[in-house]
Nanobody, 126 residues
Framework: QVQLVESGGGSVQAGGSLRLSCEVS????????MAWFRQAPGKEREGVAA????????NYADSVKGRFTISKDNAKGTLWLQMNDLRPDDTAMYYC???????????????????WGQGTQVTVSS
């Protein structure tokens, strides 16, 4: 079973930055596509960014393009989300996901992913 643990959330002022991390227990980390989702109170969980196991196929939600960067280190078994120029509407619980069930065009759909972390809270104040 794949286990995912997110960290790095916190409270920041608008315009600030945070880097989220997701530690993956599975040794075959390099074979897995990975993604970041977020969910704000009263809203559905939405896809933020995703990438294939080989580092390709990177996708971002339109709302974060140019501000967020997804990356991973297969040797460390770590997925990151660098978040810059944060806005109040970025406030949400952020989750990492793995073990994708295609097609890739549905990466932003929660049902396309099998394993989820517990989430880390990001709060951006104005």
């Amino acid at each position: 079973q794949v286990q995912l643990v997110e960290s790095g959330g916190g409270s920041v002022q608008a315009g600030g930055s945070l880097r989220l991390s997701c530690e993956v227990s599975e040794r075959a980390y390099s074979d897995y596509a990975m993604a970041w989702f977020r969910q704000a109170p009263g809203k559905e969980r939405e896809g933020v960014a995703a990438m294939l196991g080989n580092g390709g196929g990177i996708n971002y939600a339109d709302s974060v393009k140019g501000r967020f960067t997804i990356s991973k280190d297969n040797a460390k078994g770590t997925l990151w989300l660098q978040m810059n120029d944060l806005r109040p509407d970025d406030t949400a619980m952020y989750y990492c996901a793995s073990y994708y069930r295609g097609p890739w065009t549905t990466w932003a759909t929660m049902a396309s992913w099998s394993y989820w972390g517990q989430g880390t809270q990001v709060t951006v104040s104005s």
